[in-house]
């Protein structure tokens, strides 16, 4: 059984930052996973915020997230990072960690990230 384990998430003060954390358990070879956090606002749909490459040497952002979200990635600990600068009201919601490894599709139960003076 594969788990994906997210942490990292709270409340912030807008223009602050945070770290996010997503950990891979179980039969899984992760490195040879795409990484994906996707974000859903209360009343949203969820949407795609950045995914990066199973070596870490490619990542897509979101427009809404350019120059101040950063995606990485440690194979060897098995976990993803998203680090988020410059936090912004909008960027409210539960933040999800996605892995897609061999057309198998894993999610991680989400960290509540709000954003609020």
């Keep these: 059984q594969v788990q994906l384990v ?3 998430g709270g409340l912030v003060q807008p223009g602050e930052s945070l770290r996010l954390s997503c950990v891979a358990s179980g039969r899984i070879s992760f490195n040879q996973c795409i990484v994906r ?3 859903q606002a209360p009343g949203n ?19 809404s997230v350019k120059g101040r979200f ?7 600990k098995n976990t993803a ?5 410059s936090l912004k009201p909008e960027d409210t919601a539960v933040y999800y ?11 991680g ?9």
Aim: contains cysteine; glycine residues 8%.
């Design 70 to 76: 950063t995606i990485s990635r440690d194979n060897s």
């Design 81 to 85: 990072y998203l680090e988020m600068n």
């Design 45 to 63: 749909q969820r949407e795609l915020v950045v995914g990066i490459s199973n070596t870490g040497s490619t990542a897509n952002y979101a427009d």
């Design 37 to 39: 956090w996707h974000r």
């Design 97 to 107: 960690c996605n892995a897609i490894c061999n057309f198998m599709n894993y999610w």
């Design 109 to 117: 139960q989400g960290t509540l990230v709000t954003v609020s003076s």
């Design 6 to 8: 997210e942490s990292g």
